[in-house]
């Protein structure tokens, strides 16, 4: 039986959400048994163990080192500190670092594995490469381009890209060239090119099965409204939805639906604003036929999200790669990004050139590219139906292909 591990970055969720998509599909690609064994911390780690009951034995918790948060995403002043000194929870970067790789080390001591795949995490790229195991790294990000920040940040994105260079082939999780959204994360050196391949977005082809419509669907239906997504951990979810909440305040939005998901497995957030000022249940609304203005959902399912999603104007997210690719790859729907890191910046920028999007640091820029958006929809209705024509949502697929090579090989 052939071993395999995923070390899975816990900074955000779209570390998470490929590599479950992919663990779908490997078995459709493998001609032989296999045993997963599953790394991670935080939520990413109680998400495993959620998902995998009866494999409590394979989901092993790894404290990899992550940035320290702050008020709005990760701490910068904090996270600088920590390198040397603890702070709050958490031990120096420096004792971090040699802590988690000397738990890893005992893993691929323990498991031997056969191919090791790493979403984010670059630390088990220099463990597989001095045992000879086939490592394949998945990342959207190699030496970004650094918009907000200061340069005392390039020495740690140059040794963070050398540890990915360390994988045996680095797969990108985004379509190719020209149509490639993480185009400004990359820059990729020459010498090493041809490790690299564009495997595609991880993308959920599978539409969920139709059920009963919902009330939140009977309220959407045949409404012009613009979709809110809040995403990420806890400080990147929270200080989007405050920015967010500025936006609304201002007089110019009191005429412009909104749905606003908070990505929180939470009832109590679901409510609706009628255009009257009041506050109703989901039911009540529907079943009143509220005109309503706002919609909070903590959480929707598959099938409310592919509906609010099919019958939106436009999305506002935060610049997540794995949503990037779901709104405009996908359903083919325009976006207004409010970045929250310089990953997100360059995606959105790169966006907003190809006309897919706008990009909008302050609440005034946001209700301009609102406006710009409805103005010009014609035009990006076109540039997005050219960009979906070309999406590649097919990443997991892809991956699942490469990791059955290389397993054949080994035979």
């Known amino acids: 039986m052939k071993k395999i591990g995923q070390f899975i970055y816990p900074w955000g969720n779209g570390h998470y959400t490929r590599m479950m998509r992919l663990d779908m599909v490997l078995p459709k690609y493998l001609n032989e048994e296999f045993d997963t064994h599953y790394f991670s911390k935080?939520?990413?780690y109680k998400k495993l163990l959620?998902?995998?009951?009866?494999?409590q034995n394979n989901v092993?918790?790894?404290?990899?080192?992550?940035?320290?948060?702050?008020?709005?995403?990760?701490?910068?002043?904090?996270?600088?500190?920590?390198?040397?000194?603890?702070v709050a929870d958490n031990h120096s970067l420096v004792n971090q670092v040699k802590n988690y790789m000397k738990k890893e080390r005992e893993f691929y001591n323990k498991e031997k594995f056969d191919v090791v795949i790493n979403d984010g995490d670059m630390g088990s790229n220099v463990l597989a490469k001095k045992r000879g195991i086939p490592s394949l790294f998945v990342t959207n990000q190699y030496m970004p381009k650094l918009w907000k920040s200061r340069s005392y940040f390039y020495p740690g994105l140059y040794f963070i890209s050398k540890q990915i260079a360390k994988a045996t082939r680095i797969l990108v999780a985004d379509s190719a060239p020209p149509y490639t959204i993480c185009e400004?994360?990359?820059?990729?050196?020459n010498d090493i090119r041809d490790k690299v391949t564009y495997v595609g977005h991880f993308s959920n082809r599978k539409l969920p099965a139709h059920t009963s419509q919902t009330d939140l669907e009977g309220l959407v239906d045949g409404r012009d409204f613009g979709y809110w997504m809040r995403t990420g951990n806890k400080s990147t979810n929270d200080g989007t939805g405050q920015r967010y909440e500025e936006v609304?305040?201002?007089?110019?939005?009191?005429?412009?639906?909104?749905i606003i998901s908070h990505a929180k497995n939470d009832k109590s957030i679901d409510r609706v604003v009628g255009k009257d000022g009041k506050?109703?249940?989901m039911k009540d609304a529907y079943e009143k036929k509220i005109d309503w203005i706002q919609i909070d959902i903590g959480f929707l399912t598959e099938q409310e999200m592919q509906t609010v999603l099919t019958e939106c104007k436009y999305a506002v997210i935060n610049g997540s790669h794995t949503i990037m690719g779901e709104v405009m790859g996908m359903n083919s729907k325009p976006i207004i990004g409010m970045p929250i890191y310089d990953e997100h910046t360059n995606q959105i920028k790169w966006a907003e050139e190809k006309q897919l999007g706008v990009l909008a640091e302050s609440k005034k820029q946001v209700i301009e590219a609102i406006q710009r958006i409805r103005q010009n929809y014609n035009k990006y209705e076109e540039r997005l139906e050219e960009f979906s024509k070309n999406f590649d949502g097919n990443g997991a697929e892809n991956?699942?292909?490469?990791?059955?090579?290389?397993?054949?090989?080994?035979?």
């Open 399 to 411: 991956t699942a292909k490469i990791v059955s090579e290389i397993l054949e090989r080994k035979k």
């Open 184 to 189: 400004y994360n990359l820059n990729f050196p």
């Open 248 to 258: 609304f305040h201002e007089t110019d939005m009191n005429g412009e639906r909104r």
């Open 279 to 281: 506050k109703y249940s």
């Open 60 to 86: 092993h918790e790894v404290l990899m080192p992550t940035p320290i948060d702050g008020k709005v995403g990760p701490s910068v002043s904090r996270s600088l500190l920590n390198i040397l000194f603890p």
């Open 42 to 44: 935080g939520e990413v």
């Open 50 to 55: 959620e998902r995998f009951p009866d494999k």
